[in-house]
Nanobody, 115 residues
Framework: QEQLVESGGDLVQPGGSLRLSCRASGVDIKIYGMGWYRQAPGQEREVVARLLMGDFTAYAGFAEGRFTISRDSATNTLYLQMNNLQPDDTAVYYC?????????WGQGTQVAVSS
């Protein structure tokens, strides 16, 4: 049974940076396309970034140039480096398979951007 545990969220000021982690257990994430998703209060969950087979990456428009998705196969961990964070980035961030999320959602990690 796969399990995903997200961490790294925090309260930061506009312009700040965070690195989110998604530790997977029960599954080897390097054989799957993986992605980061987010859900802001009152909104639908949306895709942020995808790391697909062949290490092809794809980003939502709001993430392009600011966020970087990566994977450490040795630790079975997915990362999201987020720079120049803005208040609109405030959300709970989740990881799951991509391009289609197929596993149970973890608890997510809260990112809050505010001055």
């Amino acid at each position: 049974q796969e399990q995903l545990v997200e961490s790294g969220g925090d309260l930061v000021q506009p312009g700040g940076s965070l690195r989110l982690s998604c530790r997977a257990s029960g599954v080897d994430i390097k054989i799957y396309g993986m992605g980061w998703y987010r859900q802001a209060p009152g909104q639908e969950r949306e895709v942020v970034a995808r790391l697909l087979m062949g290490d092809f990456t794809a980003y939502a428009g709001f993430a392009e140039g600011r966020f970087t998705i990566s994977r450490d196969s040795a630790t079975n961990t997915l990362y999201l480096q987020m720079n120049n964070l803005q208040p609109d980035d405030t959300a709970v961030y989740y990881c799951n398979t991509a391009p289609t999320p197929r596993w149970s959602w973890g608890q997510g990690t809260q990112v809050a951007v505010s001055s």
